[in-house]
């Protein structure tokens, strides 16, 4: 399904509803409508927010359904969740958390052990 104009194609400016017509009948109804926030998303939150209601809430069954890991999944759904405005930014996060979260990406694709996960957490710890 192709998306409405979000943005003036001259300006870059917000476009707003203001004319809707039935299929059935032809009725016309005119105003102003601003697009709900979630026919504001990009295809990609689309897509994620879609794949949240199939596995009803369920990030692991999200994680499968989407091949990716748990922790990238629960990344994209705290992007989501701040672009719809319901909770302000997270802090970022540094890179000690970056290169842990990436560890254990690792291990949920099998490029590592768990054994060599903890050696590789334990040194990120010392430094």
Known sequence: MRKILEHCPTCGGDLLVT???CSTCGTV?????EPCR????????????????RARGNVK?????????????RKQLDDLIEELGYQPAPPSPDDTTEAQVEILDRVDRGEISPSEAADLLAALKSN
């Open 19 to 21: 004319r809707m017509t």
């Open 29 to 33: 109804v005119t105003g102003v409508w």
């Open 38 to 53: 979630f026919c504001q998303l990009s295809p990609e939150y689309t897509q994620l927010l879609e794949a949240f209601v």
């Open 61 to 73: 069954e999200m994680a499968r359904e989407l091949e990716t890991s748990y922790w990238t999944v």
